[in-house]
Nanobody, 124 residues
Framework: EVQLVESGGGLVQAGGSLRLSCAASGFTFDGYSIGWFRQAPGKEREVVSCISSIDGSLYYADNVKGRFTISSDNAKNTMYLQMNSLKPEDTAVYYC?????????????????WGKGTLVTVSS
């Protein structure tokens, strides 16, 4: 059974940091683009960051550039999202996903597998 399980969410004050983890089972990251998405209350899901399996590029949404860092440990089949300088507007449920992403200047994605999400709450 394919699973992606996020962990590391929680409550943090503005300016603080959190590190999200996403452990995969039932498949390996090899050949997949992997990424993080988030959905804030009342808003649509948005992409946060993605590592492209097509061209190796790293994509970051403009509102997290310089603050968030995506990484992966393929030996552990785990991806991470280091989030620094958190802001109240970063409050959301964060999801990890695997599929395809890419396109410098014209970013696109289509994810095959999704985790169930982990809640990040940033207080002001």
């Amino acid at each position: 059974e394919v699973q992606l399980v996020e962990s590391g969410g929680g409550l943090v004050q503005a300016g603080g940091s959190l590190r999200l983890s996403c452990a995969a089972s039932g498949f390996t990251f090899d050949g997949y683009s992997i990424g993080w998405f988030r959905q804030a209350p009342g808003k649509e899901r948005e992409v946060v960051s993605c590592i492209s399996s097509i061209d190796g590029s790293l994509y970051y949404a403009d509102n997290v550039k310089g603050r968030f860092t995506i990484s992966s440990d393929n030996a552990k089949n785990t991806m991470y999202l280091q989030m620094n300088s958190l802001k109240p507007e970063d409050t959301a449920v964060y999801y990890c996903a695997a599929g395809i992403c890419g396109g410098v200047g014209n970013f696109y994605y289509g994810m095959d597998y999704w985790g169930k999400g982990t809640l990040v709450t940033v207080s002001s």
